[in-house]
């Protein structure tokens, strides 16, 4: 089950909850999965080059099982538009697709591997 860490400036509560369901409706059909956890971190100063830069930056963050290339930019901008929907415009995403194995991915102690060869 796919994991996404999402880094955004301070946001009000339902503007946060709002991101959070637009990039989940973003991201669900094109990675299939049937859940999604996301957590929300706020920043108080984004730094450029070691210097304080304007708020414009959201970066997610995805671990999840192997996945084409097609379909990480897909998601890409999927996830844009939903960031740009709730935000603004003038906000970028920045993702980062952690494409990880299904013998590096453990649920409840056992790897996703192990769980399907089981059945």
């Known amino acids: 089950m ?3 860490y999402v880094n955004v400036p301070k946001l009000e509560q339902g503007t946060k909850d709002a991101l959070a369901a637009k990039l989940y409706d973003a991201a669900a059909p094109i990675l299939k999965a049937p859940h999604i956890y996301t957590f929300v971190n ?3 100063t984004l730094y450029e080059n070691g210097q304080p830069a ?3 930056m959201v970066v997610a963050n ?3 099982g192997p996945t084409k290339e097609e ?3 897909a ?4 996830m844009q538009a939903a960031v740009q929907e709730v935000l ?3 906000k970028k995403l920045t993702l980062v697709f952690h494409d ?8 409840g102690g056992v790897t996703i591997a192990t769980k399907m060869q089981k059945k």
């Open 2 to 4: 796919p994991s996404m």
């Open 42 to 44: 706020e920043y108080e």
């Open 54 to 56: 304007p708020q414009k």
């Open 62 to 64: 995805i671990e999840a």
């Open 71 to 73: 379909k990480v930019n």
């Open 75 to 78: 998601l890409a901008e999927s």
């Open 88 to 90: 603004g415009e003038d």
């Open 100 to 107: 990880n194995g299904l013998d590096r991915i453990a649920i």
